[in-house]
């Protein structure tokens, strides 16, 4: 009965909290009057003049009176400044995080956050102010515009509300270039007409292209800008085409004429003609403005300016889409802009003298590494990023609504409309790995001929195996360094999945020891690995296909397979691969797409409580040198006790030194105090333990085995041992969950009386204690308390 009084308290808050989310009343509420419509000198702006923000950015946002007389400053009583979104929800419930930003206070004691309405700022006092400043930190990518909007309380009952000095409208910035056009939307079904703002800003200047800069800044300018909202068949300037008499005019001349009269000449083609001031020396880094008209017909546009001094070259955009395939206009963007070559002359710097093209050249992209000359400001021998000569920023300001027949309001996504997909045909293969297509084909047979339905997939692919699994053919080099001879590949080993998909592996190791793996790898394969299939899983969601499961992940290649993790009897191999991926996004990737394990198929049999250890303990230089033979494995005995070496040793007569073909080859006791003292090779370890559990419970994290130094026991001694006690390997938990917190603790006392450094704060904790990924538990903000006394 308790828990369900709690759950009823929660959630009766969470539907508080909710709507007051949703609607929050702006008209101040101890006043009766109407808002004032006369003119006023309030307003709302980003310090910086900010035109676009970039998410996750900290702002200034200023609420200020301007100055209309020099002695008088206005000023106002009280305030609310709040943002919201301007075409969806301000909160969003499934990630618990506002889709406008969060405001944070500056420390200036006549502002605080409101207690009624969420993520809204407002007065401590009515003391008169004449400018406020609030921090703001833009939301994340993919939130599109916000707005804010501010109540502002004059005098008594003279307020003011909802007006363009009050409302600060501001979008994310895209940093697309001109070479990243968007996709063009072929059958433009947006019924409305929109008018936009184009602002030309100039970003050429010593500080950002350097190399061989006009000495006289005064020569440096951008000619007039001048385009065209057209239709989709009509381009006046493309890649890999001759300019036009109007761009040869605009590069010898910098007149626009010509051009212009092109463009009218093409009336049918064209909805509004673009002209924009060129700008220059000392405001070359300015900026230059237009606005023009788009409809479903005419919905792309182009653009250039040309630089000066330089032979031919410009910036600008070709064929811009500006119209969205659901129907509406694009609310912003943002186009970094770089140099091109209109081909008419072959000069390689900014000053060449006038060297006529002959015969003209196609327009092409200066690129730093495709200007074939180390004389060209472009050129970059390695390669890099070139920054940006200008930006085209482009705002929509308008819609004009206009009516659309019922079969102009045909979306994109109907035209194409496709039908059900067809079973999966068989495997392409009779045995091994293979795939398997379906198929679906269009509504509409017509469909399949527009070049926008092209996009529509119709067949899809998956991968399939049949069993027995393929001969394997290895093709290898034909001349093998003798020195890398192998021995012949072992068993395979079961399959590494007990039911659905997986893969199994087989191996083989180098006959001569004194050769390392590395310098042979390039010559043979020392393993192989095919994918198998087990019986199907009764789990239908284990029967996934591993390439399918983790292709959306951005994956390395697969790790060559471990040693052996146990010397004698059952033991595993693994691989592994990592995500390029450091982002959250990599937490969405199954851990299967990480790791695999296989068991060894070539260990002997563990008896009489004996273990195997590698030769390594007694290199083969150290055993010919010392005994006169060649040991390839050693069996160890009791060796927590004494350290005693039974007398046995494995003799390959195949890699016998010369030296010792007439010497009889006898057993022999090898004690390890034989061993020279300088060698670290008289080190005894223990077998590898089995590798710990992930140490987190999900995400990321590692785990790790160990061993220790059986021999020598003297500390001092085992200092000396150079060897590696512990194995760390990354691992994956599983998927973390969504945190789901407890409401949020009232609110602390301030920890101080006054000043700007008293702070409250409040503290949640997850519904899971055990939940240790979460980390958003506490909060802090600024008290509203006055300034300190002072003596």
Request: charged letters at 25%; one cysteine or more.
């Amino acid at each position: 009965m308790i828990i369900r009084s709690i759950f009823f308290v929660a959630f009766v808050l969470y539907l508080s909290i909710s709507s007051a989310i949703k609607v929050c009343d702006r008209k101040p509420t101890s006043l009766t009057t109407p808002k004032s419509t006369n003119p006023h000198t309030f307003r709302v702006l980003f310090k910086g003049n900010v035109e676009f923000y970039t998410p996750g950015t900290t702002y200034t946002v200023l609420l200020q009176g301007v100055k209309t007389v020099p002695t008088v400053t206005p000023s106002f009583t009280s305030f609310i400044l709040m943002v919201e979104s301007e075409e969806s929800q301000n909160y969003d419930d499934e990630s618990n995080d506002f889709v406008t930003g969060k405001f944070q206070l500056t420390g200036d004691v006549r502002t605080k956050i409101s207690e009624v309405c969420p993520n809204t700022v407002t007065q401590t006092s009515l003391i008169p102010k004449s400018e406020i400043q609030v921090f703001w930190t833009a939301p994340s990518s993919g939130s599109g515009c916000v707005i804010f909007r501010a109540t502002v309380v004059e005098y008594r009952d003279i307020w003011y509300m909802d007006d363009d000095q009050l409302n600060k409208r501001i979008c994310e910035e895209s940093n697309e270039s001109n070479d990243d056009n968007a996709n063009v939307v072929y059958e433009c079904c947006a019924c409305h007409e929109a008018k936009f703002e184009l602002t030309f800003e100039g970003l050429w200047s010593r500080h950002t292209h350097p190399k061989d800069y006009p000495d006289d800044n005064w020569q440096t300018r951008f000619s007039d800008v001048i385009g065209a909202s057209h239709t989709i068949d009509y381009r006046f300037w493309e890649q890999d085409q001759v300019a036009s008499d109007g761009m040869n005019n605009i590069a010898l001349s910098g007149t626009t004429s010509t051009l212009e009269s092109e463009l009218k000449s093409k009336s049918d083609k064209i909805r509004t003609i673009i002209k924009a001031r060129g700008i220059s020396y000392p405001n070359v880094t300015g900026k230059t403005f237009a606005v023009f008209r788009v409809d479903k017909d005419h919905h792309l546009i182009s653009v250039v300016s040309f630089m000066y001094p330089s032979p031919d070259w410009f910036v600008g955009i070709s064929g811009l889409e500006l119209c969205l395939p659901n129907c509406n206009w694009i609310t912003n963007k943002t186009i970094n802009l770089y140099p091109w070559d209109a081909g008419i002359d072959s000069g390689v710097t900014y000053n060449s003298s006038d060297m006529p093209q002959v015969p003209i050249m196609n327009i092409e992209r200066l690129w730093p590494l495709n200007t074939n000359d180390v004389r060209s400001p472009f050129y970059d021998q390695s390669g890099a990023q070139m920054k940006p000569i200008a930006k085209l920023h482009l705002m929509r300001q308008r819609l004009y609504e206009k009516s659309c027949s019922e079969e102009e309001t045909k979306t994109e996504s109907s035209v194409c409309d496709a039908g059900p997909w067809s079973n999966w045909d068989e495997c392409s293969v009779t045995c091994g790995k293979g795939y398997s297509n379906r198929y679906r084909q269009y509504k509409n047979p017509e469909d399949a001929h527009k070049p926008h339905c092209s996009k529509r997939s119709m067949i899809q692919r998956k991968g399939c195996y049949v069993l027995p699994s393929c001969p394997i053919e290895i093709e290898e080099i034909d001349t093998i360094d003798p020195k890398c001879d192998v021995t012949a590949f072992g068993q395979w080993s079961d399959c590494s999945a007990e039911c659905g998909t997986g893969v199994m592996a087989r191996f083989r190791t180098i006959l001569n020891e004194e050769v390392t793996p590395k310098y042979c790898l390039g010559r043979m394969f020392l393993q192989q690995t095919v994918p198998c299939e087990s019986k199907p899983c009764q789990d239908e969601r284990d029967n996934v296909d591993l390439n399918a499961l983790c292709s959306n992940c951005s994956l390395t290649k697969w790790s060559l397979w471990s040693p052996c993790n146990m010397k004698c009897g059952i033991g595993q191999r693994e691989r592994h691969r990592m995500n390029f991926d450091r982002t959250g996004m990599a937490e969405n990737c199954d851990p299967r797409c990480y790791t695999q394990s296989i068991n060894c198929t070539d260990n002997p049999p563990c008896e009489n409580n004996m273990r195997m250890e590698d030769i390594s303990l007694f290199g083969n230089s150290f055993m010919l040198k010392k005994y006169n033979v060649t040991v390839q494995r050693s069996f160890i005995y009791n060796i927590n006790q004494k350290t005693r070496l039974c007398n046995t040793s494995f003799v390959n007569q195949s890699t016998t030194s010369p030296s010792s073909e007439n010497t009889p080859v006898t057993s022999v006791t090898i004690n390890p105090d034989d061993i020279s003292d300088d060698s670290t090779e008289k080190c005894v370890l223990s077998n590898w333990s089995k590798f710990s559990s992930c140490n987190a419970i999900c995400g990321p994290g590692f785990k790790e085995r160990t061993r220790i130094i059986l021999s020598p026991t003297d500390p001092l001694e085992q200092k000396k041992c150079r060897k590696k006690l512990v194995d760390r390997r990354n691992c994956r938990g599983r998927q973390c969950s969504r945190c789901n917190y407890s409401p949020w603790s009232e609110w602390s006392l301030c920890s101080a009386l006054c000043g700007m450094n008293a702070v409250q704060q409040r503290t949640r904790v997850p519904e899971n204690v055990a939940w240790t990924w979460c980390k958003d538990r506490l909060e802090q903000r600024i008290c509203s308390a006055l300034a300190c006394k002072t003596d």
